[in-house]
């Protein structure tokens, strides 16, 4: 019998791994934003609205237990991806959900609803200067104190499909 690790990429060996039931997960950093209810804030921010809401501009504060080199390199980016905790949602219930345009219920997987089974956020934000433990940032759709799970750079090669199908939205858009 070897003695040496087993490759983590061996089908067989990831199968006696359990599956995670649950996870638990530690805020990196926490939102500075002008926005402090739900009511207001703007949805899909480079997509419609008034002007000004467009701009919200806002910050994002490394929390202490981090270490500021995790923002290093970080500022050549003009865009980057905040993945959030909505930490004001309720409890998850319906499969179900109106669109805000209105028309028939759509699967909620379907839709870009805030109430979700894990409500994590994804938001696609300017990044504006990274000073310090801060990271300024413009296009902001998050709560004041929203915090937040992780950081990455938007690189448009990579994250922008621009031709890709939209589904129940064509049309609409």
């Keep these: 019998m070897s003695s040496e690790p087993q490759d983590p990429n061996d089908r067989a060996y990831t199968s006696v791994v359990p599956f995670p039931e649950e996870m638990t997960l530690r805020p990196l950093a926490r939102v500075v934003s002008p926005y ?3 009511h207001g804030t703007p949805r899909q921010p480079g997509f419609s609205g ?5 701009d919200g501009v806002g910050e994002v504060h490394l929390l202490p237990d981090f270490d ?9 980016f003009e865009r980057i991806w905040l993945i959030s905790f909505m930490h004001l949602n309720g409890v998850f219930g319906r499969p179900t959900v109106r669109p805000p345009r209105g028309g028939a219920k759509r699967g909620l997987l379907a839709t870009r609803a805030p109430h979700r089974p894990n409500p994590i956020a994804l938001s696609c934000v300017e990044l504006l200067a990274v000073e310090g433990r801060v990271i300024r940032v413009k296009g902001l759709d998050l709560l004041n104190d929203t915090p937040i799970l992780d950081i990455k750079p938007y690189i448009g090669r990579f994250d922008a499909f621009p031709d890709s199908a939209v589904g129940w939205l ?3 858009l």
Excluded: A, F, I, W
């Design 68 to 76: 500021p080199r995790l923002l290093q390199d970080l500022e050549g």
């Design 36 to 38: 402090l209810q739900r």
């Design 170 to 172: 064509e049309g609409l």
């Design 50 to 54: 008034p002007k000004e809401r467009l």
